[in-house]
């Protein structure tokens, strides 16, 4: 027999049973529901200008400099400026006093002229024979063994260990050389007969010693004709002549015209910066490739006699030429900056397109693309696949843009920003970047709808792309409300929760990126 139940027990079994129930209602609700609307930020589609650019960096550089030429041993009377002050045409940079150099100008002609009279002369000269070199040759050898046996019988009588005899050797062997240095090769050369060395001259000699030194006179003079009948013979001399003509020419002509600069003074022919100063005032200029310029002719007869190339002898020759001191380098204006253009880069841009150089201050100049190579260069770079094991290399195309009006903030070597204009897109329907969105379709947006709070997926064509904002071509309008930055999981037909809402107003007119800029002007 069941007891009955108390009304307290009953009130209490009731309320148990009711928060069971409201746990086990709150847990179902809690499992169940239904997700929130993702909340989303929208934003109207609007129209206006959009202009594409092209960004790169580049490096500063001179498009003209002018080295001015100083003469060795030129006195400088004033320096008027420093390295790094800007100068414009017309200013006069250094003086000089060109009173030591009045003969050096006659120097040079001199040389030059008798070159051209040596090198005429030897043209017309008649060549030696080939039996005529066979005898020469025949005949040195005979007085090379005569001489020979000579010096050996003189050595065995004579005191060695007397200095005075070795300063008698070298007295002779002085003046001969010194003799025949100047006169015995131009002689020879122009078909005239070599002067007859003066052995009266030199006291103290035995009959031996007198006998030798002949014989020896004799013996250069059949080593020079030897030598200039071999070079004869390979056609090597007249080429070599006419290059000491023309490399003397070339000298004095250099010549002249450094010191007619010298005696005028120097003086700015544009707008630019002193790079380099190599003068002081009050001191004679003293270059450090200064050389002795006194042209070596048994050296000459060396490099003849070995049958060299015309290249190596040229070389010599001009060894002995007038160094080219700069005593001052001047960068003029304009700058230009050169920098690199990669395979599709390079197809849109043009020779003198406008563009924008921005230096390190931020401060803006114009310019315009002055150079554009040809040919492409290709050089190592570190990319994904060098950190992978592989190595890498890209090529790009050179170009440059001057800069105009450069002021203290353009620095040579220094780099700056460069922007180019490349494509323009007018009263264009302009979409943020952030709206769209790409997959395996294509490119597409949300529309939203304001009466069912829902979003449609639509398909867009775009066009220009910068940084900031896409050219949409087809897919909506001007005032339409979209998506910006829609959510990854956002669907089509989903119904969404507004987080705020954005104008045209709103919207950042100009955004720079690593490849791109875009201006927009706005309706």
């Given at each position: 027999m069941?007891?009955?139940w108390s009304t307290k027990k009953k009130i209490a079994v009731t309320v148990v049973i009711l928060v069971i129930s409201f746990l086990f209602a709150g847990l179902l609700y809690f499992l169940f529901k239904?997700?929130?609307?993702?909340?989303?930020?929208?934003?109207?589609?609007?129209?206006?200008?959009?202009?594409?650019?092209?960004?790169?960096?580049?490096?500063?550089?001179?498009?003209?400099?002018?080295?001015?030429?100083?003469?060795?041993?030129?006195?400088?009377?004033?320096v008027n400026v420093r390295v790094g002050d800007r100068i414009k045409e017309g200013d006069l940079l250094a003086t000089f006093d060109t009173a030591s150099l009045s003969g050096l100008i006659g120097e040079k002609e001199k040389a030059y002229k008798t070159a051209y009279e040596t090198y005429t002369s030897s043209k017309k000269a008649a060549k030696i024979s080939a039996a005529e070199l066979v005898a020469i040759k025949k005949d040195i050898l005979s007085l090379e063994s005569e001489i020979k046996g000579l010096e050996q019988a003189i050595a065995a009588t004579a005191n060695k260990n007397d200095p005075k005899t070795e300063t008698t050797d070298k007295s002779i062997a002085d003046k001969i050389n010194s003799f025949f240095e100047d006169n015995l090769i131009l002689q020879l050369l122009r078909g005239e007969t070599p002067a007859i060395f003066d052995l009266s001259s030199i006291t103290g000699m035995s009959a031996d010693q007198t006998k030798l030194t002949s014989l020896k006179l004799e013996l250069i003079q059949l080593q020079a004709k030897q030598t200039i009948a071999d070079a004869q013979a390979s056609g090597i001399l007249e080429s070599t002549l006419k290059s000491i003509y023309e490399s003397t020419l070339e000298d004095y002509n250099k010549t002249k015209a450094a010191v007619d600069g010298l005696q005028n003074g120097w003086i700015a022919k544009n707008e630019g910066i002193i790079r380099e100063i190599n003068i002081v005032a009050g001191q004679n200029f003293k270059s450090a490739s200064a050389i002795d310029t006194k042209l070596d002719l048994s050296a000459m007869l060396s490099v003849l006699s070995s049958n060299s190339e015309s290249a190596d002898i040229v070389d010599m020759i001009k060894q002995f030429i007038t160094p080219n001191s700069s005593g001052m380098t001047v960068e003029y204006y304009p700058f230009a900056a050169n920098f690199i253009l990669g395979k599709y880069d390079v197809l849109k841009i043009t020779m003198d397109q406008e563009a924008k150089i921005v230096a390190a201050d931020g401060?803006?100049?114009?310019?315009?693309i002055t150079f554009i190579s040809p040919v492409a260069s290709s050089s190592s770079s570190i990319n994904i696949n060098s950190l992978l094991g592989s190595s890498g290399s890209s090529s790009g195309v050179e170009a440059k843009v001057s800069i105009d009006n450069p002021d203290t903030s353009i620095i040579i070597?220094?780099?700056?920003?460069?922007?180019?204009?490349?494509?323009?897109?007018?009263?264009?329907?302009?979409?943020?970047a952030e709206a769209i969105q790409f997959d395996s379709e294509g490119s597409y947006i949300f529309l939203y709808n304001s009466k069912t709070k829902r979003v449609e997926r639509k398909q867009v064509k775009t066009g220009i792309f910068s940084g900031a904002l896409y050219q949409v071509i087809s897919g909506c309008e001007a005032g339409d409300i979209i998506v910006k930055a829609p959510p990854m999981t956002l669907k089509d037909g989903e119904k969404v929760s507004i987080q705020s809402t954005e104008t045209p107003s709103n919207i950042s007119t100009t955004k720079k990126t690593e490849t791109s800029t875009a201006t927009t002007v706005a309706d």
């Open positions: 069941l007891k009955k239904p997700a929130p609307p993702p909340k989303v930020i929208l934003t109207t589609v609007s129209s206006g200008d959009v202009v594409q650019t092209l960004d790169a960096t580049g490096t500063v550089e001179s498009a003209n400099q002018e080295s001015f030429s100083i003469l060795n041993g030129t006195k400088v009377t004033t401060k803006t100049f114009g310019g315009k070597g220094f780099d700056v920003a460069i922007s180019i204009d490349v494509d323009k897109a007018e009263n264009a329907t302009l979409v943020p």
